[in-house]
Structures are given as C-alpha cells and as structure tokens.
C-alpha cells in the first residue's frame, strides 16, 4: 500500500492548524499587501530590523490578556502589552476604551504611553498581522508622540531611554546617526571635564557638600538633553514623518 504525500500548495490551506483563529483574506488584499511589503517599504524594515530591541522576559506575561506575548510592544514607563491585531490587541483596546483624542494609561504605572516601541519579533516576521501591528503603532506615535511632555514625566522615562541608549550605543548591529553619537559623546565629555574642573559656581571648598549641587544639575541638564533627544531620534523610526 502506497502513502500519498500531500500536496504542498494546499498545506497553508484554511485547514492547517497554524491557520485556526485567523480570518482569511481575499486575494487581492494579500496581493496589495505583499506589494506594499516591497520596494522601500521592504528596505526601511529591513533597516530598522537591526535597530529593533530586545524582547519582554521569556517568563513574563501580557498584563492585559494574562496570555504570553504576541508581537510584542513596549512603552515609555518600561512595561510590554501585546498589540496582536487578530489575538491580544492589549494595548490598543486599553486605548480605544476610553478617550481617544489623549494618550492611554499603563495600566500598570499609570502613566501616560507617548510612546510605543515594536518588539524584537515585529521585525522578524513579514506577514500581513506584523505589517498592520507597525502601521498601529506608527499611527499613535504619529499622534501622541510629538505632544510636548511636562518635566515630571521627562524625570519618570529618563531611567528607560538611558538604559535603551546605553544598550543601542554598545550593539554594532544598531546603527545610531554619527550626529547623534558626536553630540553625546561632547555632552558626557563636557559633564566630566566640568565635575573634575576646580572651576565650579560653587566652589567646593568654599561651599562644602552644597558645592556638589551644581555638579549634579550639570549632569541631570545632560541626562535629560540626551534623553530627549534620543525620543526624538527613536519617534522619527517609529512614528514616521
């Protein structure tokens, strides 16, 4: 008795269990969609392929669904939702529950999202549920991410764009524009020379521990320069023009 091997060109087919849970879409919507996949679309996501992230902890889960991450996306206060467009959707139902003409709320921290950034597996995936979770995510950015942002807040991110910086300046495969890397690197050299530098507005000798003050609003200043200039560099990847 013979085996018959099944026909490849129908092992993607509706019945494939991969496929459960997923609408289909007609032809000629896949057919755009892969069209629009290609050409420059294709090399900016290939570009920003190498400047993607890292990923939520292997052992965490969506604080929304309770689920595993779906491809992922993580906020300014730190914290990952999933932003599946046919599963989880987490973050964007969070959104579009309450107000949408401001920014969510993590519901975690409570604090205002300005900002989504695509996880690790957005990027290593090219089918149509990756194409439209960027579009999302573009799209909010577009809308929220330019508001300006009150000094609170700019001290609350502070910790996350430093450490994101730190990780995205010691990884060759992520490529930070030469301007950027000239200026902080000028800004730290400036911190350093002005804290070892006897000349201070107050003087420590004369002031004691108050002459260590103006050290420290040195470096917040740069800190927080930096850091805004980084949101900056990492809205213009993620929210577009």
Not at 49 to 73: I, T
Not at 230 to 236: G, I, M, W
């Amino acid at each position: 008795m013979h085996c018959i091997d099944p026909d490849p060109s129908i092992s993607d087919g509706p019945h494939n269990p991969s496929n459960l849970g997923r609408p289909e879409l007609p032809n000629g919507v896949v057919s755009a969609y892969k069209q629009s996949t290609t050409g420059d679309d294709r090399g900016r996501v290939e570009r920003e392929k190498g400047q993607a992230m890292s990923s939520p902890p292997v052992d965490d889960l969506c604080c929304v669904c309770h689920e595993r991450f779906n491809l992922p996306c993580q906020a300014n206060c730190s914290h990952w939702f999933c932003d599946s467009v046919f599963l989880g959707n987490c973050i964007m139902r969070v959104w579009s529950s309450g107000f949408t003409l401001q920014p969510c709320k993590c519901p975690l921290c409570r604090r205002l999202i300005t900002l989504l950034l695509p996880g690790a597996s957005l990027y290593q995936s090219y089918d149509r549920e990756a194409y439209q979770v960027l579009r999302k995510i573009e799209n909010y950015n577009r809308q929220f991410g330019r508001g300006s942002n009150g000094l609170i807040q700019r001290f609350q991110d502070l910790p996350f764009f430093l450490r994101r910086l730190l990780r995205e300046w010691m990884d060759p495969q992520r490529a930070l524009p030469l301007a950027f890397r000239a200026r902080t690197v000028l800004s730290m050299l400036f911190s350093v020379i002005y804290v070892l530098s006897p000349l201070d507005i107050f003087p420590e000798r004369i002031f004691g521990l108050v002459g260590f003050l103006d050290d420290l609003l040195v470096l917040v200043i740069v800190f927080l320069n930096l850091a805004a200039v980084y949101r900056a560099l990492l809205l213009n990847r993620h929210g577009g023009a």
